[in-house]
């Protein structure tokens, strides 16, 4: 068995990875770099594949270059995992396997790509189900919690052993959406013998577990309640995948206001949530073209206090509809003592930083109220880590989803449940090529 390591053990986007066996060649996630993203997109041209590549954008495949490859299968409809398909697996020509939701997310962003001939090679696969790919192959989608609904670990049974696919997760004991992950079947494949735990490691670093997002419903409900005290503008920002979240903001609401959202990325990720009945979308206006949103906050101007407006734009994206009205872009202005609640935290990326630090200075200039961390994060911290490995128990760990610093401190955590460095657990990086 072979192991290639190509995306995300440098930086914590474009998710990556590959597993070979008798020839033949599974990939796991297929995700973009969301800062080079943001960085092209500015530059407003088609950026060629090669370059994008070359750039960082893209994860580098050029170790799987003349190999059979038999599938692509992915964890979960985040674009760090599934937004590199439209422009690197037509190369490929294999199925592309993925939860009911990611591959809504992705069919949309293939028809955007205009390669809308690959959504033929879409096959869902439901959590709990496990589908054969070839006599080396079977893969089977463990259900688990994270920040998007419809979230998998991949388990590959191969003649070799187990790979345990864990790119990303947190262990939500009160989701307000779905289950909680299936500790049963996590417990039965960790008795079973897995081979390799391939584990992100974003949040690792605090010593902690993650609340449940059962907390951010709290949060959320209590932030808007006492926000409509005030008779003001309230805006709230959130990703807009967190199905979840989005849920709590428009029962927190409890038909106060007229709820609008407003920006693009809602249209890609709620329309097809309230497809396959995550969220109900009945009551709620929703734009998210350039034209509709102007036109939209111009009406929204003369009494704000009606509203409950719902934006894109919590990582300070330029483009997004919250640092445009920041930059008075709409015929929209902020008052003094206008509320903006952040129910979302920044991706730890020195872009996103320097990007949330000028939204929030211009909103601050205005006289703007912010609340901040109305927010719990969907990645594993430390202890649940810790718990995870325990359960899993794998021969091999290899962290991912980090840079180095990141990989070390999961590595470090390795270590102290009797992992040897270099040796069972091993920290990767982009190009790595590891023989099992
Ligand atoms: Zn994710």
Known sequence: MKFYAIGGYNEVGKNMSAVEINGEVVILDMGVYMDKIITLEEEDRKVPTKEMIQCGALPDDYMLEGKNVAAIVLSHGHLDHIAAVPRMAERYKCPIIATPYACEILKNLLKDAGVGYLIKNLFPLSTGETASISQNFEVEFVHMTHSIPHTAMIALHTKEGIIAYLNDYKLDNNPTL?????????????KQGVKVLVSECVRVADEARTPPEYVAKVLVEDAIERAYEEKTAV???????????????????????????LGRAFGNYLVPASKLGLINLNNIKLFNRKKSITKALSGISSNPENYLMIATGNQGEPNAVLSRMSRKEYDFTFKKEDQV???????????????????????????????????????ARREDHRDMLRMINPEYVFPNHGE?????????????????????????????????
């Open 178 to 190: 779905g289950e909680k992950p299936d500790y049963k079947r996590i417990k039965q494949l960790g």
């Open 404 to 436: 180095t610093e990141r990989l070390a401190s999961y590595a470090a955590l390795a270590m102290d449940e009797g992992y040897k460095m270099g040796d069972s657990v091993k920290v990767l990086y982009n190009g790595a090529i590891v023989d099992l």
């Open 235 to 261: 805006i709230i920002t959130t990703f807009a995948s967190q199905i979840a979240r989005i849920n709590s903001i428009i029962k927190a609401n409890k038909n106060e206001r007229e709820i609008v959202l």
């Open 341 to 379: 609640i952040f129910s979302s935290e920044v991706i730890p990326n020195p872009l996103n930083k320097s990007n949330r630090y000028t939204l929030d200075q211009n909103l601050r200039e205005q006289g703007v109220r912010m609340l901040q961390h109305v927010h719990v994060s969907g990645h």
